[in-house]
């Protein structure tokens, strides 16, 4: 990835950043558009108010993400270090980056901007030195499980908790995906 600071620069013609804390809103905005997007398909995931201290607390740790195009945010993801012990305990958790939270304007959606982003992520995983970019993803969700199999990832396992919705366990390799061609101008 050309230019800026270590995990940010430009992905399929958006920069991509760390989220400012005065940005809390756009970060959230972009979540409850996802949210209504899945509900409107039938989805019951992220069907619950959005966890704003979840999200203000990964904005000050440097771990929440903007993507934008034309100063605008088009896109959020979370991506840190911090394996969740009720998933990833007996997987080596130091040897990943962890995704949590993406989520892509319907105005850009069809674009590509969830694989970029996930390619993006992949590549600061590579360079943090991880050998995997992980996520877990909504149980129920098949759609969702499909597309994250479509982008490389294997399905580890389904754990199944009461307390929680979600528990699909993907991964792949960390990589330095080639930069697009729209990135590099």
């Not at 979370?78 to 080596?92: C, G, K």
């Not at 970029?116 to 098949?142: C, Q």
Request: glycine residues 8%; positive net charge; contains cysteine.
């Amino acid at each position: 990835m050309s230019g800026g600071a270590p995990g940010t620069g430009p992905v399929a013609g958006l920069v991509v950043r760390a989220a400012r804390p005065g940005e809390l809103e756009q970060v959230e905005a972009l979540w409850l558009e996802a949210s209504r997007w899945l509900a409107g398909r039938g989805l019951d995931q992220w069907q619950y108010p959005p966890r704003r201290w979840r999200m203000a607390e990964a904005i000050e740790a440097g771990d929440c993400y903007l993507a934008l195009r034309d100063g605008r945010p088009v896109a959020t993801l979370t991506v840190h270090e911090r394996a969740d012990p009720e998933w990833w305990r007996h997987d080596d958790p130091r040897s990943a980056l962890y995704v949590h939270d993406l989520a892509v304007s319907r105005a850009v959606a069809g674009q590509a901007l969830g694989a970029r982003l996930l390619d993006w992520a992949g590549a600061l995983a590579a360079r943090r030195g991880k050998r995997w970019l992980r996520l877990e993803a909504w149980k129920t969700n098949r759609l969702l499980h499909r597309y994250y199999l479509d982008q490389g990832f294997e399905l580890l396992r389904i754990v199944d908790l009461p307390h929680r919705n979600s528990g699909a366990l993907f991964q792949r390799p960390a990589a330095a995906h080639p930069e697009p061609e729209e990135s590099r101008r």
